[in-house]
C-alpha cells in the first residue's frame, strides 16, 4: 500500500476554521479516504491521496474551511520537480526497464516440508533442469516440474510448485519414517534388549520377546533384559526349537551416573568499550563490492547480516546486501570467588542435567561436591537418575540351533503361547 501512494502520490495537508469536524465528515460521505489524521490546536492534519485533493473543493467551500499542503510526496511530484534534469528522468527509465526486465526470472527458491532429502540437493536438482537459480520463468512448467520431482525422489509422495513474483515456491511432503519395507527388515531381525546401565529394574513393560528380569531386579551393563529367542518345549519339557522375534519393550533401570567437571578458577570477559561500525557488501551471486574499511586498531567482534534486497513480499532481486558490525570490547581478566565458583558449578551441573533430561534420562537426585584447588574448580559426584534402555543386540540364531537335540529347529509359524 505505500508502494501504491507513493506511485500515484499524496498530500501531508492542514486544516482549519470553524468546524473542521464537519469537512471530515463531508469526506466520509463523499467516500474520500483520509489517513494518518492528527489534531491540531486549531484543526487536524492528515494525508490525502492527489486525485482525491481535487475533489474536496466543494466541502471546503461548504463548510468555510482553509486548507494548506505542507509536503508533497510521491512520484507525480517528483516527476514534476525534475522534469528538466534530462539524466534523472534517463536514469528512472532505466531502473524501470531493469525492474521489469528482472522481473522474467526465478532470483528466490524456497522449498518447504523437506527432512529426507536436503534442500541444497534438491536445489541442485531444479538447476540441472533449468528451474533454478536465474532461470526464466516462462520455461517452467510447475505441474511438469511436480512430477518430475516426484519420479526423481522415491520418498517424495506429494509436490504443490508455484511461482510468485520472482520466487519458486516448492512444498514437498515424503514418506513417513518407517516403511512398510523398513519395517519388515527389523520385524524379521532377531534381537535382545540389553542393559546399557547397570543398577536396578525400576519399570517394565514388554511389547515383543520374553522378559528375564522383573522390577526390583538388579542387572550389569550387558545383562539380556528381555529376548527375542522365544523356547519351544517338547512333552517332556526340554527346549525342541526356537521361535525368534524382535525384542520391544520398555524398561527403565535406575542406576547412578558419575558426573565430574573442572574449570579454570580464572576468567576473561569481553566488556563494550562502545566504538561500533560496519561496512556493506553488495553480493551479486559471486561478484562482491565492499563499501567502507574494516577497524584497523583495537579488539572487534564481528557479525554479518545478510540482507536479501525484495519489493514488496515476492518481488526479490539477484543480489544481496551483507552488514558486517563491528563490536569493540577490551578483555578484563579475573578470579571468580568462592560464591560465583560456586554458583557457576551449579550452572554447569543444571545445564548438563537438562541435555540428560532431552535425551529421555530423568534425574532423581545428585550429591555433588564442588571443591576449588590450585586454581582450578572441581565438581564431582553420582547423579541417582533413571534411564530407559534401548541398546539392541542380534541374535546368533545359527549358534542356538546348533545346541539342540538332533531333529529340533526353529519355529517358522505359530505363537508359542
Not at 581478566?333 to 560465583?340: A, L, N, P, Q, V
Amino acid at each position: 500500500m505505500r508502494f501504491i501512494k507513493f506511485f500515484h502520490g499524496y498530500l501531508h495537508v492542514r486544516i482549519r476554521g470553524y468546524s473542521p469536524e464537519r469537512f471530515l465528515n463531508l469526506c466520509s460521505r463523499m467516500n474520500i479516504v483520509l489517513w494518518g489524521l492528527l489534531p491540531t490546536e486549531d484543526g487536524y492534519r492528515f494525508c490525502i491521496s492527489r486525485k482525491a485533493f481535487g475533489m474536496i473543493e466543494p466541502a471546503l467551500e461548504k463548510t468555510g474551511t482553509q486548507i494548506e499542503v505542507e509536503r508533497r510526496v510521491g512520484l507525480p511530484f517528483l516527476a514534476r520537480k525534475y522534469r528538466n534534469h534530462v539524466f534523472f528522468l534517463a536514469g528512472l527509465c532505466l531502473a524501470g526497464f531493469l525492474l521489469c526486465f528482472l522481473s522474467l526470472f526465478i532470483w528466490k527458491v524456497e522449498v518447504e516440508g523437506n527432512f529426507s532429502y536436503s534442500t541444497q540437493t534438491i536445489l541442485e536438482f531444479l538447476d540441472q533442469n533449468g528451474a533454478g537459480y536465474a532461470s526464466a520463468k516462462s520455461g517452467i512448467d510447475c505441474e511438469a516440474l511436480e512430477n518430475m520431482l516426484r519420479a526423481e525422489f522415491e520418498d517424495i509422495i506429494w509436490v504443490s510448485a508455484s511461482i510468485r513474483g520472482t520466487r519458486l515456491y516448492l512444498v514437498v511432503q515424503e514418506r513417513l519414517a518407517g516403511s512398510s519395507d523398513a519395517g519388515e527388515t527389523q520385524e524379521a531381525a532377531a534381537t535382545d534388549l540389553i542393559a546399557s546401565n547397570s543398577g536396578v529394574v525400576e519399570s517394565i513393560t514388554v511389547r515383543s520377546g520374553t522378559p528375564l528380569v522383573g522390577v526390583g531386579d538388579t542387572v550389569e551393563a550387558g545383562d539380556v533384559l528381555v529376548t527375542g529367542a522365544l523356547e519351544i518345549v517338547d512333552d517332556s519339557g526340554e527346549t525342541a526349537a526356537y521361535h525368534f522375534v524382535s525384542s520391544d519393550a520398555d524398561v527403565a533401570i535406575r542406576t547412578a551416573l558419575s558426573y565430574e567437571d573442572t574449570f579454570s578458577a580464572s576468567y576473561e570477559k569481553k566488556i563494550p568499550t562502545g566504538d561500533n561500525r560496519f561496512r556493506l557488501t553488495v553480493c551479486l551471486d559471486s561478484s562482491f563490492l565492499t563499501l567502507g574499511r574494516p577497524p584497523e586498531d583495537g579488539n572487534y567482534l564481528e557479525a554479518d547480516t545478510v540482507c536479501p534486497v525484495v519489493i514488496g513480499r515476492d518481488f526479490y532481486l539477484p543480489f544481496q546486501l551483507i552488514k558486517r558490525e563491528y563490536t569493540g570490547y577490551e578483555t578484563v581478566r579475573g578470579t571468580w570467588s568462592g560464591e560465583e565458583a560456586g554458583e557457576l558449578a551449579r550452572e554447569r551441573l543444571e545445564k548438563y542435567c537438562e541435555n540428560l533430561e532431552e535425551n529421555g534420562v530423568q534425574i532423581l537426585s545428585n550429591s555433588v561436591i564442588i571443591e576449588q584447588s590450585g586454581g582450578e574448580i572441581f565438581a564431582r559426584g553420582e547423579l541417582e537418575a533413571l534411564v530407559g534402555q534401548e541398546e539392541y543386540r542380534e541374535i546368533q540364531t545359527e549358534e542356538m540351533e546348533a545346541e539342540l537335540p538332533d531333529g529340533a529347529g526353529t519355529a517358522d509359524d505359530g505363537d508359542p503361547d
